[in-house]
C-alpha cells in the first residue's frame, strides 16, 4: 500500500454501546427513529499527503501550489480563503493557466493570471467568464507534522470538476421555457448560469452558425477551421441538461404572443426571451469589395475555413484592411507563410483604444515578423486578377498605392446583429443598432426580454463610466452578462454585481486588457516599452484610471481588474511616480 495515501474502510473492530430503549405510542414513532446506514458513510474520503507541508501557516489572501504524494503529476493549490484554508485544483479550467501566479483577495476570491476568470475560493465555483468548468475543492487535514487532502484520486488528477447542468425537464413546464437566441459567449454563458442556479424548465438555443457554441476568440488568432475543436460543449452535454439546440435563423419576435420566429417558418414560445446574437462584420462600400471573390469578412468557423482554403499551399499575398484587433490577429496568425500587409486609417495601429506609443510598439512586434504597414491609408477600389477575372487582384488605396493581393481579409469592425428587429414594431432599436438595457440586461420599455453582448447598451458603473449607456464587444463581457441574466431569471431579487471587462489578443505576445475607455481618456501612463512585448500602459481621465493594457507582466492586468471592482486602483499621480500595480495590496 502506498503509504502517502491513508484509506479508512472499515475499523478492525467496532464497540457499539446503545441507551435504554425507550417506549413509543405507536409504530410510526418507533420507525422514525431508523436511519439506514450508506456504505459510503461508513468509508472515510481517501487521504493523500501533501509534499513537503508540515503546516497551515498560510495568511489572508496567500496560496501556494504543493505537489500530492502518491499521484503522479497530481498538485492542488493551498491557499487562505477568508480565514479558511482550503485546496483546489491548481489550474485555470479556461485554458490551463496556473492559479498560483493569479491573484487572490483576502476574502478568497481567485483571478487567473491571464483571461481573468474568476473562482470562490471557498467553493471552486465560478464567478467570472471565461472558465465554464468550476475548481474541485479538497479538504484540508493537519495531523502527526504534515498535511492531506481527502478526495478521490481522478478528480485530483484532473483539477476541474464539471458544473450542476443535468436536468430532467417535464413537457408540462412550458411556462418557464428559456429562449435563447444566438450561439455565442453570451448564449453559453446563460444557459450555463441558468442549470448552474438550479433553473429546471425548458430550454431552447438557437443559432444560424450550424454548429455548437464555440470558442469564437480562436478564429482569428489560429484560423480554426473544425468546429469540434474549439466547441465549448458537445451534444451529449447539451441533451443532458434538458437544452434543445436548434439551427436556424429568427427573423422576428411577436412580443404580444411571447414567440420567436425563424425562418424555417418555426414559432417558439417563451416565458423568458434572451437575445444574444452577437456582431456582424463590416465591409467596405468601396469598388470591387462586394463582387470580387477572395474578399473575406471573419467572424464564423466557415469564413475561417475560406480563408484557410483560398490561401492554399500559403507563399499568399495577403492584404488585410483595418488595424483593429481582428486585422492584427489575423495578420500575426498568417505573417510566418505569406506576404502580408495591413492597411489602416490611423497614424498606428489601435490608435484609439490604445494611444500612439502603444499602438506603434505592437506596429514594431508585428514588423518583426514580416508583416508591412500602410497606415494613415484609406482604401479606394479593388480590381480583378487579370489571370482570374472573378478573383481580386490587387487592392489601390487613395493616394495611388497598389498592393498585389490574392486575397484580401476585412477587419474595419462590426455592427451589432440586429438586423432582424427592424421591421418589429415594438422593439426600439438605438442608432448604432443596439438595444438599451438596464443593469441586469432587460430591454428598455419590454417585459421579460434580455439582450446582451455586442447587442446590448448597458449602463456601465466602472471607473470612468458614471452608469453612462456603453456598448463593449468582448468576448468575457458577453458570456458574463449571460451570467448575469441567468441570475436574475433565477433569483430577481438579486443586485447584479459588478464585473470588469477583460479583453486579450494575440500579437506576437500576449496582450491583456482591462477596463473600458470607450468614454474616453486624456492621458497615459506607460511603464515599460511596448516594443518589447513587456510593458503596462494605464488610460487616465483626470485622476482616475479607466483602463490599462499589459504585455509580459503577468498578473498585471487581473491585479488592475480586481483593484478597479474594489474601487481601489492607484490614481494617475501615483502610477506616474512608478508605483509597480503588482506590489500594490488588495483591501480587505
Known sequence: MNPARISFLRPPTVRVLFKPRPKFNTKSQANSLIRPISASAIRAMPQFKLKGVSSLSLQLGEKQEVEVEGIEGGKVLLLNAGGQIKATGP???????PLVNGVLTKSGRLTCPWHGACFNGETGDIENAPALDPLPVFKVVEKDGAVYIEGEEATIKAGRRKPNFKCGVSGGALADKVVVVGGGSGAIGAIEGLREKGFSGPITLISNEGYLPIDRTKLSKALITDPTKIQWRDDEWFKSGSVEVVHDEVVDVDLVSKAVITKGKERYLYAKLILATGGSPRSLPVQGFKVLENIFLLRTVHDAKKIVDAIGDKGKKIVVVGSSFIGMEVANATAADNDVTIVGQESVPLERVM?????????????????????????DKAEPSSSSPSKVGSVHLKDGTKLEADLVILGVGVAPSTGYLKENKVIRLEEDGSL?????????GLKDVY????????????????GNYTRIEHWNVAQNQGRVVAHHIVNPSLKPEFFTPIFWSALTGQLRYCGNSMHGWDELVLQGNPGEGKFVAYYCKGETVVAMASMGVDPAMAKSAELMKLDAMPSKTELKGGLDILHVALPA
Open 91 to 97: 489550474k485555470c479550467t479556461h485554458y490551463g493557466a
Open 451 to 466: 439582450a446582451i453582448g455586442d447587442i446590448a447598451s448597458y449602463p456601465y458603473h466602472g471607473p470612468g463610466g458614471q
Open 355 to 379: 494611444g500612439k506609443e502603444v499602438g506603434a510598439g505592437l506596429q514594431k512586434l508585428l514588423e518583426g515578423k514580416g508583416v508591412k504597414f500602410h497606415m494613415s491609408a484609406g482604401v
Open 436 to 444: 438599451k438595457t438596464d443593469d441586469n440586461f432587460l430591454v428598455a
